[in-house]
Structure formats: structure tokens, C-alpha cells
């Protein structure tokens, strides 16, 4: 009699156990906690996470716009086989290698003409820009295609204007020398120290910005100035890193400020698929694929302010681009240290 007592008591207090633990749990305002919820199963641990799911899904958009339906053969991209990882990395590998050995004999030529630039063609230095185009040229030929449209509205190779490009990949500038134009750009300090490719930024004129340095980021506006009054082009990237979604986010107004200020035309650039082949933070992986480069009507800076013209260009940047590749204009990727 007292064992089956016993037994009933304990009983009803688990089930008043069982009937607390079922109670929600009222957490601290503000935290955004709500009642407890079952816990989940943990994913496996190569399973990728879902920021890695969205920046995949993002940048096959952006493969998906590099390819025109409308050639023969072409293929979406959404249909294609996922490539092989190990391929690609090995694909990188001797992509950089072969980048690497194709710059070694222009180097050399760069830094015979050198003394030659400084003293006759300091700004522009289009001899040295001619050797960074054969460069890119015979770097990206055997890896991707690059189309170009909109080619009639690229301002004479003479005319100093401000060249604007969406940012998704370290192959935004192999793929913008193909238009063959004698811009200045500006790149992180930290990259004219790569050997060779770096030292060609270097004797190209290209220019240099520490971005946690303000001074170094007045000094590179001035100079950016100094170029477009002295006849030379400069490509700024307004988003000011890149994207590590292949998304367009919100422009800074540097380069607009600069446009205004010098009174030259912006000519806002679309870069499409280099995202998709090695994207930012990827730079092991060089995926198969093509890149389109869309160049926009020139806008004019007379009687505009950067804000002004800070809008109209990312606009025609964005004009090109699927929706879902697009997000706010006040949505700004954090500086890159």
C-alpha cells in the first residue's frame, strides 16, 4: 500500500514537471526572443550555410544574365552542371600561373619605357596602358569570353572622363582592360605590393588608397583631379569594395563629387558574370563561364551635383541587371580593411 503511494506521488509530480516545461518563457523586452521552440536538428557539418546558399543562388543570377539566349548554343545557366570543385581550383591555379608568365616579359618592357613616360607622357602613360591590354587580353583568353555592348557609347581614348563599375570580383579589372581605354584606377594599397602585376600598377600610374587612412582618401581624390585635368580617365568602383553576394549595393560619391568638380562626363559600366566566376572571397576558385560588359551613354556633369549624378548612374548600372540582383541604394557594403 505505502509502495503504490509512493508510486502515485511521484507520478503527479512529473506531470507537473511536464506541465511547467510546456509553459512559454516570457524573456527580457528588446532581446527579440519569443517562446521557447522545439531545437532543431543540427545540419550536417558539410552542408553549406544559408548566407553561403544565398550568395550562390545570387551569383547563378548573375552567370544566368552573362549568357545571351539569343546565340546559337548558349545555355541558361540554371541548366548547367555545377562544376567540379577540384576543377576549378585547379583551374585557378594555372590561370594566375599563366597570368604571372605572360606579365614577366611586358614587365620588362614597362620598366625600359618608364624613364620615357615620366618625361613625355606622365598622366596618361599609354604605352604602359597598351601593355596592361595585351596583358589581360592573353591572361582571360583561354579562360572566359568577354563581350562588350554598347561600344559606340565609349567616350575617344583622349577625353577624360569618369568611368563608374559595379564590383563583384578580382576579375573586374582583367575584364574591364578589355575595352581599351587608358584609365587610372584606384586599388588598395596592399596590391602594389604583389610582385610583378602589382609593380605594373605601380609604372602604369595607377592609384593608390589606404582606406582607414583619411588623408590617403583626400590624397587619392586630388590626384584622381589631377589626372582628368591632364587628359587621363579614371575608373572608380563607387561601391568601394566588393560585393560578396554579386549584388549591386549603394554607391559612394566620391567618384560623382570628382566628375563634378573636374566638369567631365560619368560613363557608367555594367559588369556582368565575373561574380559567378570567381567570386569575391573565392579567389581559389575560377568557375567556367563568360562575362558581358555593358557601357552606358555618357552623362554629363554640367549642372549636376554628385547626388545627382550619383543616382542616374547607378540606375543605368542597375538598368541592365535582374531585379534580385539589385538592392537598395542605401544598402552599403562595410569598408574593407
Known amino acids: 500500500m505505502r509502495q503504490a503511494r509512493s508510486l502515485a506521488s511521484a507520478g503527479a509530480e512529473r506531470r507537473a514537471v511536464a506541465r511547467v516545461a510546456a509553459l512559454p518563457i516570457n524573456r527580457p523586452l528588446g532581446l527579440g526572443l519569443g517562446p521557447v521552440e522545439r531545437r532543431q536538428p543540427l545540419a550536417s557539418p558539410s552542408a ?15 552567370a544566368a544574365a552573362a549568357i545571351q539566349l539569343d546565340e546559337p548554343g548558349s545555355v541558361p545557366a540554371a541548366t548547367q552542371p555545377e562544376p567540379n570543385p577540384l576543377l576549378c581550383k585547379i583551374r585557378a591555379m594555372i ?14 618592357g614597362m620598366l625600359v619605357c618608364y624613364p620615357l613616360c ?12 597598351t601593355m ?63 610582385p610583378v602585376i602589382g609593380w605594373s600598377m605601380f609604372l602604369t600610374g595607377h592609384v593608390m588608397l589606404n582606406r582607414v587612412d583619411r588623408r590617403s582618401q583626400l590624397k587619392c581624390l586630388q590626384q584622381c583631379r589631377e589626372l582628368l585635368q591632364n587628359g587621363a580617365p579614371v575608373l572608380f568602383f563607387p561601391e568601394g569594395t566588393r560585393s560578396t553576394d554579386c549584388k549591386l549595393s549603394g554607391f559612394k560619391k ?15 559600366v555594367t559588369l556582368i558574370g565575373t561574380g559567378a566566376l570567381m567570386p569575391s572571397g573565392k579567389e581559389t576558385s575560377l568557375r567556367p563561364g563568360s562575362v558581358r560588359i555593358v557601357v552606358h551613354k555618357p552623362i554629363p556633369s554640367a549642372g549636376r551635383d554628385a547626388d545627382a549624378l550619383c543616382d542616374e548612374a547607378r540606375n543605368a548600372i542597375a538598368s541592365v541587371l535582374p531585379p534580385d540582383m539589385v538592392k537598395s541604394a542605401t544598402d552599403m557594403l562595410p569598408d574593407e580593411h
Open 118 to 129: 615620366l618625361a613625355f607622357d606622365k598622366y596618361k602613360r599609354l604605352i604602359q596602358h
Open 48 to 62: 553549406p550555410s544559408t548566407s553561403e546558399l544565398r550568395r550562390q543562388v545570387a551569383c547563378a543570377s548573375s
Open 95 to 108: 590561370f594566375f600561373a599563366w597570368s604571372f608568365f605572360t606579365a614577366m616579359p611586358l614587365f620588362i
Open 254 to 268: 566620391g567618384a560623382f563629387s570628382v566628375a563634378a568638380k573636374a566638369g567631365v562626363d560619368v560613363v557608367p
Open 132 to 194: 596592361n591590354n595585351i596583358w589581360a587580353t592573353f591572361s582571360t583568353g583561354p579562360f572566359y569570353r568577354v563581350t562588350i555592348e554598347g561600344k559606340e557609347n565609349l567616350p575617344p581614348p583622349d577625353r577624360p572622363v569618369v568611368y563608374v563599375a559595379n564590383h563583384q570580383s578580382f576579375m573586374d579589372i582583367y575584364s574591364l582592360f578589355h575595352l581599351h581605354r587608358p584609365f587610372k584606377f584606384i586599388s588598395k594599397t596592399s596590391n602594389f605590393m604583389i
